[in-house]
C-alpha cells in the first residue's frame, strides 16, 4: 500500500474501524464455508485431552506441568506452531512461548525478524528500498503474555484456548491471523505461581478457604508486583521475556491478560485513563485508544456486556509497559474475577456505585451496555479473555500495513529527536555509589539505550566532567526510556472534582532511577560539541553486603507474615542480592518468645498494623491465622528490652510505635487525602551522618514515600533523630507528586528510639522501594549493624 493509500485510509476512519460482526458480514453476502479440516488438522490435540477437563470448568485448575505438557504436545501436532524453552524461572520452572503463525511465515522467521528491525531500528535500512520491502513484506508481530499474576486464574487457561483455535480453525479469520501476524504467546509469565495458586486451591476446595489467596507470595520475591519490573529488570522472569522476546521481536501490539475486582465492568480495554506519561510518542497512543476501542466494539457485537473503557487505569508509569517506549502499544485487559475457579453470584444492587472513571451500574459513554449481574464463573472470565484476544488479533492482520507504518514513524522520530527534549544526558565516571551508577546503565542497556562515552571533559553547567563520562543522547530508537526513566517525573494534581479530593494514580508517581540509585545525571539541552565513543558495555554491578558476616555476622530474623506482604518478598530479594545473612520468621517463632536465644535483630517490612497484628482470618487453616497478636507484641518488647534490635518499615513503624508504646508520634494520622497526599514520590531527605545508621552516606539524600508516618519527638532523651524532610516545604518533593508537604517539612523520617537495654529502629520510608532505592540501602544494612553480636 502507497503512503497516499495510508493517509486516505487514515483519514477515513480505517484505523478506528473495528472487524466487522458475524452479523455485519452476513447482511453483506453469505460468509464463506470454511473448507473440511484436513486430517492433520483433525488431529490437533484439545486442551481437554491433555488436561482431563474442559478449560472454563468450574473448580477445576491445572499445575503448571500439566500446561506444559498440553503446549509441547500441541506444537508437535501443529506446523502452525513452535515451542521456545526462554529459561528458567526463579524456582526453577521452564518459561516459555508459542510461536503462532503459517506455516509458510513459520519457515521464514528469522527473515520476518530482520525485516521487523529495519523498522525498529531506522538506521539499520540502508537503502529505501529495503524499508519498503520491510513495510510490505513484514508481518504485525504481536506479543500476548498472560498468567503474571496467578490469582488471575483465567489467565492460566486462556492461552491455552487460543492456540487451539489458532491451531485448529480452518475459517477465514483465523487463515488471514495466521497470514499476517506472527504471535509471540507467553501462556504464563510467571510459571512458578501457577502451580502455587492450583495447589492452594486444591487444598482448599470445599473448606470456608475455598476460592481463598495463598497465604505466600505468588511469585517467590515480588508477589503481585512483578508485574511492576518492566524497567527496573530485577526479576529473571522480566529479564528473560525481555532479552528474548521483546528486544527480538521489537512487537508493534504487546497485549497483557489480566483479572481485576469482580463486583466493577465484566472487562475493562483501553483508552486508558489521563495521565499518560508523557515521553510516549502521541501516536502510540492514538494506536492503543483505537485498538482498544476496536476490541471492545467487536466484543459488543457478540452480545458481551459490562465493557468498560477509559477508565480505572492510567497510563503513567513505564514499570507496566515497557512497549510504549520501544515503539509499540500496550493493550491491558482485566475482566472480573470469581473466587479463583469457584463461581459467584453477583446481584446488579451489588455492584459497586463508583468506580474510576465510571458507574458499573449507569451507563455512559465509555460503559454502554452495563452487565445485568448474575452468576459469574471461570468460564465467562475465558470467554471474554479469549474473545478479546482473537479481536486484537484480527485488528492487527487486517490493518498491517498501518500498524508497521507507525511503527516506523515512531521509531523514525526518535531518531531524529524531539525538539523540546534535552539533547543528552551525562552520568560522570565518578560517582559515589559506584553500584548505583552500574545497575542504573545495566537497565538502560537492557532496555535497548545507546550507551557512549565522552572522549573529552565536559564543560555543562558551570561544572566540568572528566573525560570517560558517560553520555546518552537522546536522539536513538530507545530515546524515550531513558528520558523517562533519567527525569523527574511532574505528576498532574488531578482531583476526583474540581476543589475535590485527590484522584489517586493506579499505581506510583515517580521513576526516577538517578535519585533512587544515588547517581548524578545531568540533561544537556544543547549539543556537547565533543566526540564520543561508539556505544559500550556497561560496567557489571556486584552488590555486596557491608556488614560483618562469618562469626562476628549479627543474626538477623526478618518477619514473613502469612498476609504475604510485597514488601517482605522485596526485602528478602534485596538481602538474598546483597549477601545479608538472615532467617525468615514466622507468627508461631515471634509467638514463642525467647527470641533474644535466636537473634540480634528483627526486621518488620512494610505492612499496615492491623495486619502485622490480626493476620489472616479464621477461615484459613492452621497455622495460617492469627497475625503476631496480643503473645507476639509481648515478645517482641521483650526481645527490645532485653537488648534486641527492632527495625520496622514504613507502615510497620506505626505498629511498632503503637504497640510498643515509643515516645513518637505520627504527625500524619488521621490526616485526610486532601490535608496530606504523597501516592509514591521521591522526597529530599537530611541525614545527621555522624549516626552510625547513616555511616558511608550523603548528608542529603533521598527518601522513597508512600503511606508511611512522619514523626514528632515526644522524648528526645530516648530518642535521637537520624533522618528528617527540609523544613523548607517547597523542598520536599524531588520526584512525583505531593499535596501540602507542609505536614512533614522538618519531621523526622527516621529515628533511633532506645528502649530497655535495645533499640528500635523506624523508617517512616521504604529505603529497599522493590529492589531500586540503591542510595538507601545503606541505612537499612547499617540498622542491622547496631546490635552486638
Do not use: C
Not at 486516505?8 to 466487522?20: M, S, Y
Not at 514466622?586 to 493476620?615: H, I, M, T, W, Y
Not at 505520627?666 to 522526597?683: K, R
Amino acid at each position: 500500500m502507497t503512503l497516499r493509500a495510508l493517509v486516505a485510509l487514515v483519514a477515513g476512519g480505517g484505523l478506528l474501524a473495528a472487524p466487522p460482526t458475524l452479523g455485519a458480514q452476513q447482511r453483506r453476502r453469505p460468509a464463506p464455508r470454511p473448507p473440511r479440516a484436513t486430517t492433520a488438522l483433525a488431529r490437533i490435540p484439545t486442551p481437554k485431552s491433555v488436561l482431563g477437563f474442559e478449560p472454563g470448568e468450574d473448580r477445576r485448575l491445572p499445575e503448571w506441568p500439566a500446561l506444559l505438557r498440553y503446549y509441547q504436545v500441541l506444537a508437535r501436532a501443529s506446523d502452525r506452531v513452535r515451542y521456545h524453552a526462554l529459561g528458567k524461572t526463579t524456582l526453577g520452572a521452564p518459561l516459555v512461548a508459542l510461536v503462532l503463525s503459517s506455516p509458510q511465515n513459520l519457515k521464514r522467521l528469522d527473515y520476518y525478524r530482520r525485516l521487523n528491525a529495519r523498522l525498529a531500528d531506522p538506521r539499520t535500512a540502508r537503502t529505501t528500498r529495503e524499508t519498503q520491502e520491510a513495510l510490505q513484506r513484514g508481518r504485525t508481530i504481536v506479543l500476548i503474555t498472560s498468567g503474571i499474576h496467578s490469582n488471575e486464574v483465567g489467565g492460566h487457561l486462556t492461552p491455552a484456548i487460543l492456540a487451539y483455535r489458532l491451531a485448529s480453525d480452518t475459517g477465514a479469520a483465523t487463515r488471514a491471523i495466521l497470514d499476517s501476524v506472527i504471535l509471540l504467546l507467553v501462556p504464563s509469565l510467571n510459571p512458578d505461581g501457577v502451580s502455587i495458586v492450583t495447589r492452594w486451591y486444591n487444598r482448599t476446595l470445599g473448606t470456608p478457604a475455598e476460592g481463598s489467596d495463598p497465604p505466600e507470595l505468588y511469585h517467590h520475591y515480588t508477589g503481585h508486583d512483578n508485574n511492576r519490573d518492566w524497567y527496573a529488570f530485577t526479576q529473571v522472569e522480566t529479564q528473560l521475556v525481555v532479552d528474548s522476546l521483546y528486544n527480538v521481536w521489537h512487537p508493534e501490539i504487546v497485549h497483557d491478560i489480566h483479572q481485576q475486582d469482580s463486583d466493577g465492568s465484566r472487562l475493562f480495554l483501553p483508552p486508558y485513563l489521563d495521565p499518560v506519561e508523557p515521553n510516549v510518542d502521541p501516536l502510540l497512543v492514538d494506536g492503543v485508544n483505537a485498538l482498544g476501542s476496536a476490541m471492545a466494539w467487536t466484543l459488543a457485537g457478540q452480545g458481551k456486556t459490562g465493557i468498560a473503557i477509559n477508565a480505572i487505569y492510567d497510563a503513567w508509569t513505564p514499570a507496566r509497559a515497557y512497549q510504549h517506549y520501544h515503539g509499540g502499544v500496550r493493550i491491558l485487559s482485566e475482566a472480573a474475577s470469581a473466587n479463583l475457579a469457584s463461581p459467584i453470584d453477583v446481584p446488579f444492587d451489588h455492584l459497586a456505585t463508583r468506580g474510576r472513571g465510571f458507574n458499573p451500574r449507569e451507563r455512559s459513554w465509555n460503559f454502554t451496555n452495563p452487565w445485568p449481574g448474575g452468576r459469574w464463573t471461570l468460564r465467562d472470565i475465558v470467554s471474554y479473555q479469549t474473545d478479546a484476544a482473537y479481536a486484537l488479533l484480527e485488528h492487527a492482520a487486517r490493518y498491517r500495513d498501518i500498524w508497521l507504518a507507525n511503527f516506523l514513524t515512531v521509531e523514525g522520530r526518535a531518531v531524529r529527536g524531539w525538539h523540546s527534549w534535552p539533547y543528552a544526558y551525562v552520568l560522570p565516571r565518578q560517582q559515589r555509589d559506584t553500584v548505583g551508577l552500574a545497575t542504573l546503565l545495566g537497565i538502560l542497556h537492557r532496555g535497548q539505550v545507546e550507551i557512549r562515552t565522552a572522549l573529552h571533559p565536559i564543560a555543562l553547567g558551570g561544572q566540568r566532567y572528566a573525560a570517560g563520562s558517560y553520555v546518552v543522547v537522546l536522539r536513538q530508537p530507545y530515546a524515550a526510556f531513558a528520558k523517562a526513566l533519567l527525569e523527574p517525573q511532574r505528576y498532574p494534581d488531578l482531583r476526583l472534582y474540581p476543589g475535590g479530593p485527590p484522584l489517586p494514580p493506579y499505581d506510583v508517581t515517580a521513576h526516577t532511577l538517578p535519585l533512587l540509585m544515588g547517581v548524578t545525571a545531568v540533561a544537556a539541552r544543547d549539543s556537547l560539541r565533543i566526540g564520543l565513543s561508539a556505544p559500550v558495555e556497561p560496567p557489571v554491578a556486584t552488590p555486596a553486603y557491608g556488614g560483618a558476616v562469618g562469626p562476628d555476622a549479627r543474626r538477623v530474623g526478618l518477619y514473613r507474615s502469612y498476609d504475604a506482604p510485597l514488601d517482605e518478598g522485596w526485602t528478602r530479594w534485596v538481602f538474598d542480592t546483597w549477601h545479608v545473612p538472615y532467617v525468615s520468621v514466622v507468627d508461631s517463632v515471634v509467638r514463642a518468645g525467647k527470641l533474644n536465644e535466636r537473634f540480634d535483630v528483627l526486621v518488620l517490612p512494610d505492612q499496615s498494623p492491623n495486619e502485622l497484628l490480626s493476620g489472616l482470618p479464621r477461615d484459613y487453616p492452621a497455622p495460617y491465622p492469627g497475625g503476631l497478636g496480643d503473645q507476639g507484641v509481648r515478645a517482641l518488647r521483650a526481645f527490645v528490652q532485653e537488648g534486641g534490635t527492632l527495625v520496622a518499615l514504613n507502615d510497620a513503624s506505626r505498629f511498632a510505635a503503637e504497640q510498643l508504646l515509643l515516645p513518637v508520634r505520627n504527625v500524619l494520622e488521621g490526616v485526610a487525602d486532601d490535608e496530606f497526599y504523597a501516592p509514591g514520590s521521591i522526597f529530599r531527605l537530611e541525614l545527621d551522618t555522624a549516626d552510625p545508621v547513616a555511616r558511608g552516606m550523603p548528608a542529603q539524600s533521598v527518601a522513597w514515600y508512600e503511606s508511611g508516618p512522619a514523626f514528632e519527638v515526644l522524648d528526645s532523651s530516648a530518642v535521637r533523630v537520624i533522618g528528617r524532610y527540609p523544613a523548607d516545604a517547597d523542598k520536599v518533593l524531588l520526584s512525583g507528586w505531593v499535596l501540602h508537604p507542609e505536614r512533614v517539612a522538618g519531621r523526622a523520617a527516621l529515628v533511633e528510639v532506645k528502649q530497655g537495654a535495645g533499640r528500635v529502629v523506624l523508617f517512616g520510608f521504604r529505603p529497599q522501594y522493590r529492589g531500586q532505592s540503591i542510595a538507601t540501602y545503606p541505612l537499612l544494612f547499617n540498622s542491622l549493624q547496631l546490635a552486638k553480636p
